[in-house]
């Protein structure tokens, strides 16, 4: 059993910051790529950023120069830093990991928390 508890969220002014945590815990062989994405009622779950196991980033165009994610292999963690926060960044986001054996890739999301940027 894998769960991915995510923490951090919560109300920000707009330019405003916010730290979301990831922790993933329970029967972990390995984490291969963590990701943030964040979704708002009646529109799909968009990528947020993306890290490698190595450390490399994925970013969406909107978040670029704003947002930082960043991983901690050894307490099996994913954080994302959220600065100059803006209204349209107002979604739940979630957590996603890919964890891995040496026969199974398997997917796991977080169950969501809600950042809201207030004008």
């Known amino acids: 059993q894998v769960q991915l508890v995510e923490s951090g969220g919560g109300l920000v002014q707009a330019g405003g910051s916010l730290r979301l945590s990831c922790a993933a815990s329970g029967s972990i062989f390995s984490i291969d790529d963590m990701g943030w994405y964040r979704q708002v009622p009646r529109k799909a779950r968009e990528l947020v950023a993306a890290i490698t196991r190595g450390g490399s980033t994925n970013y969406a165009d909107s978040v670029k120069g704003r947002f930082t994610i960043s991983r901690s292999n050894a307490n099996n963690t994913v954080y994302l830093q959220m600065n100059s926060l803006k209204p349209e960044d107002t979604a739940v986001y979630y957590c996603?990991?890919?964890?891995?054996?040496?026969?199974?890739?398997?997917?796991?999301w977080g169950q969501g928390t809600q950042v809201t940027v207030s004008s």
């Open positions: 996603k990991a890919i964890l891995v054996t040496t026969t199974t890739r398997f997917q796991y």
